[in-house]
């Protein structure tokens, strides 16, 4: 189990940005495939983008490839999803999830993997 602490997050406008991330407390995350999910009100779960242990190709929901940027940062505790050209659609509260299936084409919540607190993004006039 990790203890996963996201920051980031709040209340822009359309075509604005913002920056998430998600620290393991005590872990380094190199080993492990980490993954940014999203919900919004009514809707399932979805899978956002996804950056793969040791490197490999991340993965991007189509509606947001292209806007947003996963990456991981030297220490390798932090995953952070960049966020630009934000548009109404994408508000949602944010998760991020360790350890998922991060595949070239496909990202999921398989089996048990520890969870973020959630953080709201809201993209709004």
């Known amino acids: 189990q990790f203890h996963l602490v996201q920051s980031g997050g709040g209340l822009v406008q359309p075509g604005e940005s913002l920056t998430l991330s998600c620290e393991a407390s005590?872990?380094?995350?190199?080993?492990?495939?980490v993954g940014w999910f999203r919900q919004a009100p009514g809707k399932e779960r979805e899978g956002v983008a996804c950056?793969?242990?040791?490197?490999?190709?991340?993965y991007y929901h189509h509606s947001v490839k292209g806007r947003f940027t996963i990456s991981r940062d030297n220490a390798q505790k932090t995953v952070s999803l960049q966020m630009n050209d934000l548009k109404p659609e994408d508000t949602a509260v944010y998760y991020c999830?360790?350890?998922?299936?991060?595949?070239?084409?496909?990202?999921?919540?398989?089996?048990?993997?520890?969870w973020g607190q959630g953080t709201q993004v809201t993209v709004s006039l």
């Open positions: 999830a360790v350890p998922i299936r991060c595949n070239d084409d496909n990202m999921g919540a398989d089996g048990y993997p520890s």
């Open positions: 950056i793969p242990n040791y490197g490999g190709t991340s």
């Open positions: 005590g872990y380094t995350l190199q080993r492990h495939n």
